[in-house]
Structure formats: structure tokens, C-alpha cells
DNA sequence: GCGGAAGCGGAATTCGACTTCCACTTCAAA
DNA sequence: TTTGAAGTGGAAGTCGAATTCCGCTTCCGC
């Protein structure tokens, strides 16, 4: 996650002729005032679902609505920044799931360390599944990491051979929709984790 | 489910002064209209979900708004009528699992069964985990049916112990959001049935 | 068949969100 | 310090969807 992001639109620019010159960098105060709206729109989103109004949110974040569409020209644009960021942490979770010798233990840890991550944003998450599902598709990168630790848990018998990615994918979907009515993240996980795994005998 | 439902406002009425009378019934081609509309709702909740407009559930009725608005004076309160419904189902297909010897057997069956009906209305059902969670509440009715249900499944061990009403409320409403994602509802009941069962050593 | 209450359609209204606009303020390069 | 480009706030505009209103039509008891 780049902590220097620009602005959604491209001004395209050019102090002095230099070819293609990169845009100068954000001022500071602005740059501050971005990141707080983003931290603000997280949180209000979290809290109240994808029907929170902008002005809440520029609210909560101490700025102007103005302010906040200088820098996503739309709310959609907003809420797709929130999802390529929560994506982007989900492929780091995958990398690191990855990495872990047992295939069966990383695909557990991965789902597990998922439910955690969607009870502390349920409502976040929720609106994902809501929103993003159709706007923001998910990235390469993540469909990627999935097959992989989806094949590697299903070589190692820990899942069931008829789960696709975008089967998982819709589990995952409805798991954030259980965690935003309870919170109770382990027993779902814990489910999951079992369920996923062919009945046993 | 009756078939001659009074459409929502109760209009205090009294033809001639009998203590109490019962409100004259509907004129038959009102009742008529009344039922077009609730059916054409389903059906436009159904393929998309809770955004579709009231006047394109008028025209699906064959009716114009103010005939959709004289039997539901809000569209919240159409949505409610029609998770009403649902839940009415709910209790009738809980029954003729109650009536069924095997509990497990029972519990699996009203699992398979529900996640079936909602892939057949898959964007209905999402739209009641949505909306419907906070304004209507599942009916005592129900949730009485559904405590027995789990209770003794549980205590033929074919449900963990830990697994409460409202967590399987939750639980099925993860399922709807899942089917709402991709109609594998045979996959995702298995799973469910699968992963609600205490892990097998 | 008549009378009038009940019901109907759909144009017009209301309402509440998102988004735009611009006079004013702040930053930072020279 | 000056200067003007960049950034800001928030009132006003826009727009789409829910809801109301009312003149006209349809039923139904007499």
C-alpha cells in the first residue's frame, strides 16, 4: 500500500517542459487531509454499512465534502479505494499462508485469520459483498493466491475436490455476511474449516 | 397464509352500529390487484434484489403506483409482508422435519430444504438478511421451532454443542449471501451440515 | 339499472442523497 | 516576504426514487 497515493484524478501536468514529467507530489496538508479521509470512510463503514452519507464521513474525518471529492470523485471511487486495500492485505495474509510448510494448517490459518480480519471491520466486509461484488473485481494477484492455497489444501486432502476459487470466493461472501450478525468469528471459521473438508466416513 | 389478507391500514369502519363489526371485505377485484402485487413483488425482489423501483413492481403487477401504495403504505412495509411469508414457510417446513423420526436426518433435511428455496429466491432471501434483520423480527413461532429442531440434533450429536438459535440464524444468513454469490446451494448445505457437526477426530 | 362507496392510474410532489461550484485560505518555492 | 497555485469548506444544485393526490372508473347492494 503506497503511503504517498495520488489523487484519483490524473492532472496531467507540465512546469517547465520536461517530457512526461511526473506530477509534483501532493502538498502536505492535502496529503494528510486524504489520509484521514480514508481512515474516516473505513471506520464509518465499518460502523454503519455502505449507507453512510459523505458528509458523515467528511465529517468524521474534520474536512468539507469538498474536500473529500477533490480526492474520489465519487463515492463509489471511495469505497473501491477501501476494497483494492483490503484486497491488497488479503494477498499478504495469502503470501504468508503460503509460506507455511502444511498446506492443511495454511488453508486453516488462512480462513481463520480471515473471520478475525471481517469481525473487526464486519461491517466494511459486509458491503464488499454487497457492493464491490460486480464494480471491483478482484484482482489477478488474489484469484492467484487463492488457487494456489486452495490446490495445495485440496492435493492434502483438507478440502473437498468440487470448491472452485469462485465457489470459495462466495463462502467467503457469506461468511462476512454471519460475522456481521454475530461476531462469534471462531465457531464460523471453525465450521468452515470443517465443512470444507470432505465428510468423513 | 391467508388468502384474503386486509391490506394494511385498518380502517375503522361501522356499516350500521354493530358493536365491533368486522371490517367489510375487500371488493373481489381489489383483493385480486392485492395479490397480482405482492406476487410480482416477489418475483422483482427475487431477480434484483432490494433496489428495484416501486413502479416497476406496479407495472410487473399490471397496476399503476397508487393501486401498490393503497395496500402497502411503505415499500418497507411490502418488504415485510413478503418476509412475513417466508417466515410462515419457514415454520411449516420446521414442522414436517419435527414429524420426521430421525433428528439428524430432520435437521440435515430442513437445511437442504431451506437452502434450496432460497436459491430459488436468492435475491429475496439476501434482501431479508439486509433489510429485514432490524425491522422484522423473526416470529416467536419460528424461533421456538427452530430451538427444537437443534436442540435434538444436538443431542444426537449431529450439532456441536456451542452453536446457539440466533448463531444459526446468523449461520443461515450467510448462506443466503453465498447462494446470492453462485446457486451452489447442494455444495453449501452439505458444507453447512458437514461443518456444524463437532469435528471428527 | 342506479347510486355511490371503493378502488384505480399515473402525473406531480417531496425528500434525501450525491455532486458541483467558487470565494476564500493555506502552503511552499523563489 | 511575496505570490500564485493548490487546497478548502459548505451552501446550492441536481437527480432519482418514494410517496401523495385527485379526477375518473369499476364494482355491488338495492
Given amino acids: 500500500m503506497t503511503t504517498t497515493a495520488q489523487p484519483s484524478q490524473p492532472a496531467a501536468r507540465s512546469l517547465r517542459p520536461v517530457l512526461a514529467g511526473a506530477p509534483r507530489p501532493m502538498r502536505g496538508d492535502a496529503a494528510r487531509n486524504r489520509a484521514r479521509v480514508l481512515d474516516a470512510a473505513r471506520a464509518a463503514f465499518a460502523e454503519d454499512g455502505a449507507e453512510v452519507q459523505m458528509e458523515q464521513i467528511a465529517r468524521r474525518a474534520g474536512v468539507g465534502v469538498g474536500t473529500l471529492y477533490r ?17 491488497d492485505e488479503r494477498v499478504e495474509i495469502a503470501d504468508q499462508a503460503l509460506s507455511m510448510p502444511d498446506p492443511a494448517e495454511a488453508f486453516g490459518w488462512f480462513v481463520r485469520r480471515t473471520a478475525e480480519d471481517m469481525a473487526g471491520d464486519a461491517g466494511l466486509c459486509h458491503m464488499f459483498g454487497e457492493h464491490s461484488a460486480g464494480n471491483c473485481e478482484m484482482p489477478d494477484l488474489l484469484v492467484e493466491r487463492t488457487e494456489m492455497l486452495l490446490a495445495r489444501a485440496r492435493e492434502a486432502g483438507a478440502v473437498r475436490a468440487d470448491v472452485s476459487v469462485s465457489d470459495f470466493q462466495a463462502i467467503l461472501g457469506g461468511l462476512s455476511a454471519a460475522i456481521a450478525q454475530t461476531e462469534k468469528w471462531e465457531l464460523f471459521a471453525e465450521m468452515l474449516v470443517t465443512g470444507l473438508r470432505a465428510p468423513c466416513p
Same sequence: chains 1, 2.
Avoid: G, H
Fill in 71 to 87: 480526492n474520489f470523485p465519487t463515492k463509489q471511487a471511495l469505497i473501491n479505494e477501501l476494497a483494492q486495500r483490503w484486497m
